[in-house]
């Protein structure tokens, strides 16, 4: 039997319920599987600094070094919760960057996945849907504008200023075009590099380093397109991209972008995946006007563990099936009142049931061989 110790972060507001959703599934696939899933609970986000005084405390962090792997919920207040946390401690600056930085996720995979089932949910027309929309976007995770030096002051004109830098260099590039290419070559090798070239610097060199990898995937098809055209395509014809790849601020922006053409962020979960260790969040936020109501959509937590078993555990099989699982959950009808509207072809269930009819289709599903 194979053992593996998780690091469960629940983090704040509906992050609790969803991650009570993604830990049955876990029991499942255990029960199914010649595995062994050690579950260690630790606390993150705002609910660690109001406890600890920080956002990502020591306990944790000794957690999270002893892990496999890393299941994390969702973090965050509304603005007037967060006023109360100090702005480096929030729990974004004092939590999620530095975690970042000590496991050097570089490589940020969040599926953009529309089939049939979940059509129903976009704002899109079906006719610019078509037979739904499958795109990975990569995004590198540990440069650019967020991890680059900061300044606040007040000039000598008197007028208070921020100063913040963009830096990456030509290994940070290179290493999560490397991913992009890879990516590509598993998929429908299209490869589209996104950049600001004709403004940036530093997509100049993200233009150079993307040609020189290149190189070594003559089988990918490469595609440079601006940032801003790139936001307009995603809405006018997503169909058009596969893998696209870009730097932090961008793939921040335009992820999000992505799941609004989903119809929710509820429906886009994450991997965050360095040398040695990776993340896994879904890619919404906290929402705290819903928490403790029982209606959030868990598909994105639960789909992060789909990318965990996939990509940490190799337990491809099972992974798939779990998608799979999900899947017939929104082709029978049913969502979480977060992502449907009254009056709409849809039977409303919990957050609890949703995640009960996740747990009764995947139990029906054949064991994959590993």
Not at 113 to 124: G, N, T, V
Not at 312 to 323: I, K, Y
Request: proline fraction near 6%; charged fraction near 20%.
């Amino acid at each position: 039997m194979t053992e593996y110790n998780i690091a469960v972060l629940a983090g704040d507001g509906i992050g609790e319920e969803i991650m009570e959703q993604a830990l049955k599934v876990l029991k499942v696939v255990e029960s199914r599987n010649d595995v062994a899933f050690s579950l260690m609970p630790g606390l993150f986000g705002a609910a660690a600094w109001f406890e600890t005084g920080k956002s990502f405390p020591d306990e944790t962090i000794a957690i999270c070094d002893k892990a496999d792997a890393i299941l994390k919920g969702t973090i965050g207040l509304g603005h007037e919760e967060s006023k109360k946390i100090p702005l480096d401690q929030q729990p974004e600056r004092g939590g999620l960057l530095p975690m970042r930085k000590r496991y050097d996720t570089y490589a940020n995979f969040r599926p953009v996945y529309l089939p049939p089932s979940l059509a129903h949910f976009s704002p899109l027309k079906p006719k610019i849907i078509g037979d739904g929309i499958d795109i990975m976007i990569i995004r590198e995770l540990v440069g650019g504008l967020y991890f680059g030096k900061k300044e606040t002051g007040v000039d000598e004109q008197g007028l208070r200023f921020a100063r913040e830098t963009l830096e990456y260099n030509e290994q940070q590039i290179r290493r999560i075009v490397q991913i992009g290419f890879e990516s590509a070559m598993k998929r429908r090798k299209l490869l589209h590099s996104i950049h600001k070239s004709n403004v940036l610097k530093s997509s100049v060199l993200w233009t150079d380093v993307v040609g020189e990898v290149a190189q070594d995937f003559p089988d990918v098809e490469v595609q440079h397109m601006l940032v801003d055209a790139a936001a307009t395509h995603l809405c006018l014809n997503p169909g058009q991209f596969d893998v696209m790849v870009m730097e932090n601020l961008f793939g921040d922006i335009l992820s999000d972008q992505a799941g609004g053409i989903l119809g929710s962020l509820g429906l886009m979960p994450s991997a965050c995946v360095g040398p040695d260790k990776a993340y896994y969040e879904p890619a919404h936020g906290s929402a705290p006007d819903i928490a403790g109501k029982n209606i959030a959509n868990p598909y994105s937590m639960i789909g992060s563990v789909a990318m965990m078993l996939d990509l940490s555990f190799q337990m491809t099989g099972e992974s798939s099936n779990l998608w799979h699982a999900m899947e017939s959950v929104f082709a029978a009808g049913y969502a979480t009142p977060d992502l449907s509207k009254p009056g709409t072809d849809v039977t409303m269930v919990s957050t609890g049931e949703f995640g009960d009819r996740v747990v009764a289709a995947l139990s029906c599903l054949p064991v994959p061989n590993r």
